[in-house]
């Protein structure tokens, strides 16, 4: 089998000129047509078609196929077995025991599944770990999460979807601490931090965008920063920081505060979201 990536963008070849069987044994195709909603082709052959229609591979000579960068993204039963450049695009999760990266590191976990047949399960990974102080202020007390799970499905999603697939060494991280929850794709943003909310949606990977969200892992009209803001809201949580990096893009979700311990910065930046939000919904 010989490994090969030509680019790392969507449509570059993360593996090239191998069998129908390396296929199906490489590619969890089973997630891509029920995340889609299609029933199982009864053959090999129409496996591979439904795969070619989506641009997950392509053809080679000789009968032989090529796993495209997408391909393996989305549905890779273990991204390692890929190129070591496209592996490092596997989603990370670090844990830390305080609330700097000098503390200790309790959990740390790279996800080898690609983003589409592993979403859920890493998403149930973080939520399980993110602590879940009893609400004092119900009659019957629950756990209620230090950070709001539909807050973290959509900011991961958008981080998958927007990263710089070009910048090497780098994949999307989620980096949770005591005080906050950190999530950081690489490539800085095509739209200016400020803009994220009222702006319409911009993708550096149209065909990954596309794809997901015909399978449902994100937004159809952009909305998935209007749902983090609205359950920040109703939370009352401090508002999430959108921070445009040298190389990348970091969305920052923060802890339960007290309205008087926020700084004047954070305080307006709630106004402006909160203002941004109904605007949006209305245009």
């Not at 000789?62 to 549905?75: D, M, S, V």
């Not at 949770?176 to 993708?203: C, H």
């Not at 505060?257 to 979201?273: D, G, K, L, N, S």
Request: charged share 20%; proline share 7%; aromatic share 6%.
């Amino acid at each position: 089998m010989t490994t090969c990536v030509l680019t790392l963008g969507e449509t570059g070849i993360a593996q090239q000129f191998v069998s129908a069987s390396e296929v199906l044994e490489l590619l969890d195709y089973t997630s891509y047509f029920g995340l889609l909603g299609k029933p199982l082709p009864e053959s090999d052959k129409g496996i591979l078609a439904g795969l070619e229609s989506d641009l997950l591979i392509s053809r080679d000579v000789g009968g032989k196929w090529n796993i495209r960068n997408l391909g393996a993204i989305l549905f890779a039963k273990n991204i390692n077995k890929f190129a070591t450049r496209l592996a490092r695009k596997a989603i990370r999760l670090v844990v830390y025991d305080g609330n700097g990266r000098t503390a200790t590191v309790t959990h740390r976990r790279d996800f080898p599944l690609g983003y589409a047949n592993g979403c859920a399960a890493f998403n149930a990974h973080v939520n399980a770990l993110i602590p879940a102080p009893e609400d004092g202020n119900s009659v019957i007390r629950k756990a209620q999460p230090l950070f709001p799970p539909v807050a973290i499905r959509e900011l991961t999603a958008n981080a998958l979807i927007h990263q710089d697939m070009t910048v090497t060494g780098a994949g999307p991280t989620v980096e949770m601490f005591k005080n906050r929850l950190e999530i950081t794709n690489p490539g800085a943003p095509l739209v200016r931090p400020e803009r994220f909310i009222d702006y319409p949606p911009k993708s550096r990977n149209e065909a990954l965008a596309s794809l997901m969200r015909r399978m449902g892992l994100c937004e159809e009209q952009g909305t998935g920063i209007d749902k983090v803001i609205s359950a920040v809201e109703e939370e009352h949580l401090p508002p999430p920081a959108f921070q445009a990096e040298a190389d990348a893009t970091r969305v920052t979700l923060f802890g339960p505060r007290r309205f008087a311990e926020m700084t004047a910065a954070e305080r307006t930046r709630a106004c402006c979201q909160h203002a941004a939000r109904p605007q949006r919904q209305m245009s």
